[in-house]
C-alpha cells in the first residue's frame, strides 16, 4: 500500500525569463496532463530566476551575456534530477548552445515545438522581440520549412516592445490585449494565414479566440510536446 | 553594465500537493511583488513532485507516510540554493517536523501565516481537508490565539473532500465554486466572522468578492509573508 511507481521523466524548467509567462508555462503543462489525482501529473524542478541578465541588452546593446548564468541554472537542474530540459523564452534560445554544451540531457526547444505547429500554413505572421528577431533563430528555422514570414514594421515592433515590457511590470489591462491584437491582425492584413506568438509574454494578455486567424502559441506548444515527453509518447531526440 | 546586485533572499518551495495550487501560489507571490522588470522579482526555486504520497490516505487510513519524501524534497531545495522554505499545502504541515529536521534553513509556516491574519475576528470558520482538521495543526494555533472556531459538519466535510478533489483533477466548474461557496455560507450562518481557507485548492474555485464576510486565504498568506522575507522586510525566525 502507497508504494508509488512512476515512468515518468522529470522535466527541468529553465525560467524567470520572465517569471510570469514561466508560471503560465506550468499552469498550461498541468491543464494539458490527463490526470485523476496529484500523483498522475508530471514532476517539474523549476528554477524561477529572475536574475538573469536581460537578454534585449545583451544581444541589441553589447549588455553582459547571460549564457553563463542560464548554463549554471541547467547544470542545477541536471544536478537536481531533471531528465530534459525546457525554457519558456524565445529569446532565450538565442544563448541555447551554451545550455547544451553545459549538460548532458536534451534541450526541449521551444523554436522547434513552434515551427512544428505552423505545418499546415505556407505564409506565417510572427510576433517576438527584437533580440528574438535579431538572433534569426526562427527565421532560420522557418527557411528550412520552407515557410514565407511576415515580419512587423520598426513601428510595430517598438510597439511590440513596449507593451512586452508592460507585461513584465503586470500591466495586463484592455489596452495592453488590445494593442497586442492590433499588431496581430496588422501581420493578418499583409497576408499572414496564422500568427506565432513567439514570446511567452503574448498568451499573458492574447487568447486563441481574439483572432480570426490561427494563434500559434509557443508556450502551448512547448507544453504539448513537454507533457508528451514526460509520459513517454514521444522520444527525446539526441541533444543538438 | 550588466552587473547585478541581488540581495534578496531564495525561497524554496516544497510543491506538487497539489500542482495546481503550487502555481497558484507562484502567480499570487509574482503578483505581490512590486516591480518594474523581471529583474525585481523573487527567485524561487520549485519542486513541483506531484508524487509524494498521498496526504489524507497517510493521517486517516494508515497510508505511506510522505514525510520522508518531503524530508528529501527540502534537502534538495536547500543545497539547490534556497535560503529558507515554504509549503503551499496546509495538510501537509502535519509532517512538518520532519521537513525542519532535515534542513537547517526555516520553514515559513502556512499555518502561522494564516492564523497571523485572523487578529481582528473572534470567531472563524475553517474549511480545511478531513486529514488537515484530524491533525489538529489548526486548531492548536487558534486555541493558543485564543479564538472560536466553527467547523463543518461531518456533512459539509464530505462534500468539502469531494469538491477539492474535483479542483484536483482540474473540475473548476460553476457548481463546484457554488458548492464550495455553500460551504462557506453555511459557516457564517453558525456565527463565523470570518472563514479561513485552509486548503490551497480553495482559492482555486473561491474568490474573496463572491462571500459577505471575509475569507483569509491560506496562499495569499503565505505568500505575503514569502514575499517579505524574500525582499528582507521581515525576520526569518529560527528554525522551529
Redesign the interface.
Same mark, same amino acid.
Given at each position: 500500500?502507497?508504494?508509488?511507481i512512476?515512468n515518468k521523466k522529470t522535466v527541468g524548467v529553465l525560467g524567470? *525569463?520572465?517569471?510570469?509567462a514561466t $508560471?503560465d508555462f *506550468?499552469?498550461t503543462v498541468?491543464?494539458m496532463t490527463p $490526470?485523476? @489525482? =496529484?500523483? +498522475?501529473?508530471?514532476? *517539474?524542478? $523549476? =528554477?524561477? +530566476? &529572475?536574475?538573469? &541578465?536581460?537578454r534585449q +541588452?545583451?544581444i541589441l546593446r +553589447?549588455?553582459?551575456d547571460p549564457g553563463p548564468a542560464m548554463a549554471v541554472m541547467a547544470k542545477?537542474l541536471q544536478?537536481? /534530477?531533471a531528465d530534459f530540459l525546457v525554457m519558456p523564452c524565445n529569446t532565450a534560445h538565442a544563448f541555447a548552445s551554451q545550455i547544451t554544451a553545459a549538460v548532458d540531457i536534451p534541450l526541449l526547444s521551444i523554436i522547434d515545438a513552434t515551427i512544428s505547429a505552423c505545418s499546415e500554413f505556407g505564409t506565417v505572421g510572427m510576433l517576438a522581440t527584437e533580440g528574438c528577431l535579431r538572433s534569426d533563430v526562427y527565421q532560420q528555422a522557418l527557411r528550412t520549412a520552407e515557410k514565407e514570414l511576415i515580419l512587423p514594421s520598426d513601428a510595430e515592433l517598438q510597439d511590440f516592445m513596449s507593451l512586452t515590457?508592460r507585461i @513584465?511590470? /503586470?500591466d495586463k489591462g484592455a489596452d495592453v490585449a488590445s494593442g497586442m491584437l492590433r499588431l496581430s491582425n496588422a501581420l493578418q492584413e499583409r497576408g499572414a494565414q496564422a500568427v506565432i506568438a513567439g514570446c511567452t509574454e503574448i498568451p499573458l494578455v492574447l487568447d486563441k479566440s481574439m483572432l480570426d486567424i490561427a494563434l500559434i502559441s509557443s508556450t502551448d506548444e512547448l507544453a504539448k510536446q513537454t507533457v508528451a515527453c514526460a509520459r513517454g509518447e514521444r522520444a527525446l531526440d539526441a541533444q543538438e
Amino acid at each position: 500500500v502507497g508504494e508509488l511507481i512512476n515512468n515518468k521523466k522529470t522535466v527541468g524548467v529553465l525560467g524567470g *525569463m520572465g517569471p510570469e509567462a514561466t $508560471v503560465d508555462f *506550468m499552469a498550461t503543462v498541468i491543464a494539458m496532463t490527463p $490526470v485523476e @489525482k =496529484d500523483q +498522475d501529473h508530471i514532476h *517539474m524542478l $523549476v =528554477d524561477n +530566476d &529572475p536574475t538573469i &541578465p536581460p537578454r534585449q +541588452d545583451a544581444i541589441l546593446r +553589447d549588455g553582459a551575456d547571460p549564457g553563463p548564468a542560464m548554463a549554471v541554472m541547467a547544470k542545477g537542474l541536471q544536478e537536481a /534530477g531533471a531528465d530534459f530540459l525546457v525554457m519558456p523564452c524565445n529569446t532565450a534560445h538565442a544563448f541555447a548552445s551554451q545550455i547544451t554544451a553545459a549538460v548532458d540531457i536534451p534541450l526541449l526547444s521551444i523554436i522547434d515545438a513552434t515551427i512544428s505547429a505552423c505545418s499546415e500554413f505556407g505564409t506565417v505572421g510572427m510576433l517576438a522581440t527584437e533580440g528574438c528577431l535579431r538572433s534569426d533563430v526562427y527565421q532560420q528555422a522557418l527557411r528550412t520549412a520552407e515557410k514565407e514570414l511576415i515580419l512587423p514594421s520598426d513601428a510595430e515592433l517598438q510597439d511590440f516592445m513596449s507593451l512586452t515590457f508592460r507585461i @513584465k511590470r /503586470g500591466d495586463k489591462g484592455a489596452d495592453v490585449a488590445s494593442g497586442m491584437l492590433r499588431l496581430s491582425n496588422a501581420l493578418q492584413e499583409r497576408g499572414a494565414q496564422a500568427v506565432i506568438a513567439g514570446c511567452t509574454e503574448i498568451p499573458l494578455v492574447l487568447d486563441k479566440s481574439m483572432l480570426d486567424i490561427a494563434l500559434i502559441s509557443s508556450t502551448d506548444e512547448l507544453a504539448k510536446q513537454t507533457v508528451a515527453c514526460a509520459r513517454g509518447e514521444r522520444a527525446l531526440d539526441a541533444q543538438e
